[in-house]
């Protein structure tokens, strides 16, 4: 079962930036996209950003578009977050977790790690 530690979460002011780390099994990556997806409480989960295992493609959601590039690094089995021009409402707990496939195709499979949370706040 795929197996994720998230991490590089924080308090940081408006307009400040943080890099997530999403750590998981080299098997779990190569085959599958890794997603991260970021839940404010009482509000469902948002997918934010996701990397293909295949070809590196990515995807974002249209509110992190310019402001947040993912990217991995199969060496240390890591997928990176990359959080530029963080706003107030990007302050949420983020996790990463599986596609389904290899693809990013908008679907994940629900296996949650602890997540990091981030704050943004002046």
């Known amino acids: 079962q795929a197996q994720f530690v998230e991490s590089g979460g924080g308090l940081v002011q408006p307009g400040g930036s943080l890099r997530l780390s999403c750590t998981a099994s080299?098997?779990?990556?190569?085959?599958?996209?890794t997603v991260w997806v970021r839940q404010v409480p009482g509000k469902e989960r948002e997918a934010v950003s996701c990397?293909?295992?295949?070809?590196?493609?990515?995807t974002y959601t249209s509110s992190v578009k310019g402001r947040f590039t993912i990217s991995r690094d199969d060496a240390k089995n890591t997928v990176y977050l990359q959080m530029n021009s963080l706003k107030p409402e990007d302050t949420a707990v983020y996790y990463c977790?599986?596609?389904?496939?290899?693809?990013?195709?908008?679907?994940?499979?629900?296996?949650w790690g602890q997540g990091t949370p981030v704050t943004v706040s002046s």
């Open positions: 977790a599986p596609g389904s496939t290899w693809a990013c195709d908008g679907n994940y499979i629900e296996i």
């Open positions: 080299a098997n779990t990556l190569g085959h599958h996209a």
């Open positions: 990397i293909s295992s295949d070809d590196d493609s990515t």
